[in-house]
């Protein structure tokens, strides 16, 4: 069959604590994920670099010389970006998502002027971006709270940090209103749901709820996201703003009542809640109950914020998606598997990654289809792949990933199968097109690119750039647009 759609956008997505590496040169300061350490794994679906920290834990950690931290390192983009946006260029990409690191613009949050080497970095990219004819779309934080805000201001339960945020905002909409062509506030809001710090700052044990805590963060998230759609308004930027969550499309496990409405109310709490805000200003009256089982209280709302976000509503949908999830609560044995949030139970209709991530290209054809009904907003899937471990035999090897080929031709037409129900997707951008850093487990070895790159879990290797297969295979499906 052939994909159809004219003027897609095809691409590839990175987030700079995985790829950058250069964690403290040019005035850089650490962040949040800077302190997650690589652990050796034997199950690797029982792994997170998602863990609770402490105030205790982030001052070890910075000062810990005997222990391995991944994303300090990345895979050397900060140093290899020309080659790397050439490459992705070359496979016939022609937009690119990347993020900025707030910590190398605003180093210690309220520095007089951002730091022109930070400035002149991220210019450098976009150059090279228009250099190949690829449109850019930018997520603003990705993840890495900058810890030397965190020890001034505190985290993001703090109102003061709305203008904190928005004054990075305005300094990237000056440099780069003219470059970008998408913005994106926040990575994945709904994980500010499962951990605190890596995104908002947060350190858990210092709250009586922290569910309380991070919900209140997240009210301050939403507020800033409508404060970007007003100012790329005011500021006439060329680009538009979204926002993105990770879809954890979720399955009852079967049509036992309890199932389904354990399912229903899953789903409120990971996907609806998140663009049900930042689409209506409300707070619906699901989130009574979802506040209810954390035993968190209600975020406090200033008067106006509702109507400010309504006014104000992103203007298109981002998500990523990497697999489904089953609930079940009824009794009786079911297997567990593995997730990017919150695991669940094992379909029996799917197979699995080693992490237990559940291949499911339906699943994203019902997703669009579930997001455009309810939301009417162009969308783009922001992030989709498969983490798969790889490694080169010597200089000559070429990775044989056909399961990667067959995964994201499957995952293509699904995309085609959503756009002949009548969605509105605009683009794909594939995760980590070029091997890089695990957000989940800080581990080199899970592997999503269609260029491998030559480092362990423990950043020995050359660095070097290859082609796999489905390198060559995803520069033919460019030309042809044929899939299986
Ligand atoms: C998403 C994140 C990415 C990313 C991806 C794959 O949740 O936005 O940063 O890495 O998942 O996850 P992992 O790296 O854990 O395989």
Redesign the pocket.
Known sequence: MKFTKKDFLWGG?T?A??IEGAWNVDGKTPVSTDIQPFTEMKDRTKVS?FNAVTREDVKKALSDTEHYYPKRYGNDHYNRYKEDIKLLAEAGMNIYRMSISWARIFPNGDDAKPNQKGIDFYRNIFNECHKHNMKIMVTMV??DFPIAIGDKFGDWTNRKFIDLYMRYVETLFTEFGQDVDYWLPF??MN?GLLVGHMQSGIYENEYKNPFSAKFQALHHQFVSVAKCVELSKKMKIKGTVGC?I?MITLYPYDCHPDNILAWYKEKQMLQDFFFDVLTTGEYKTYTKDMFKKFGASAPIVEKGDAEFIKNNSIEFITF?Y?MSNVVKVTDGAADKTGG??FGGTKNPFLEANE?G?QIDPVGLRYTLNNMWDKYQLPMLIS?N?L?FVEKMKDENDVIQDDYRISYLNDHFKAIQGAIDDGVDVFGYTM??PID??????SEFS?R?GLVYVDYDDYGKGTGNRYPKKSYKWFQDFMKTKELK
């Open positions: 997505a987030a604590n995985q670099a990705h993840f990575n994945e994980v993105m990770a990523s990497y990017n949030l992490w991530w992030e792949g983490g995760w980590g890089l850093v695990s957000a989940g487990t899970k999503y």
